[in-house]
């Protein structure tokens, strides 16, 4: 199900627990499997316990608490605003409205063409910096409708 890349990560995310707790690995693991799949199904959550030696409601447990993990396809590129109280004071309703309407869709949506999924989240623990988004594994901070438009006009 995973390349042999993703396996041997997994391995090694596993080997730095005793081996009586290598369920510890289950958010690397999980955060492994998203990274080469797009996202996590449940034919993943239920490979991901087989390795960790879990339940597969075990992994789910895991992977319906954590806002990182993806349980439906998201686009090429997901946009993870954060609405919270510090990006709110500092106008990320702006932001909001700039992406939805830049994009042409709401929040928790994905365009039509696979490119960009919206997504609300809690804090991203970047309150200095707010309003703040994260693309990727990259931070964006002190947003304004301009340099989302330059940030976006840099993705592929």
Not at 29 to 58: C, D, F, H, N
């Amino acid at each position: 199900m995973f390349s042999n890349q993703a396996l041997a990560q997994i391995e090694s995310e596993i080997a730095k627990y005793p081996a009586e707790r290598k369920q510890s690995a289950v958010m690397a693991a999980l955060t492994i499997a998203q990274r080469e799949k797009g996202w996590i199904s449940e034919e993943v959550m239920g490979y991901v316990a087989q390795l960790l030696g879990l339940q597969p409601i075990q992994v789910a447990e895991v992977a319906t608490f954590y806002s990182m993990y993806e349980l439906e396809p998201v686009g090429r590129h997901k946009i993870s605003l954060c609405t919270n109280v510090s990006c709110m004071l500092r106008g990320c309703g702006d932001i909001v409205a700039h992406l939805e309407n830049r994009l042409g869709i709401r929040i928790g949506e994905t365009t039509t063409d696979g490119r960009f999924t919206l997504k609300e989240v809690e804090c991203l623990a970047a309150c200095g910096g707010a309003p703040m988004m994260q693309i990727g594994d990259d931070y964006y901070e002190d947003l304004t409708p301009e340099r989302v438009d330059a940030i976006l006009a840099e993705l592929e």
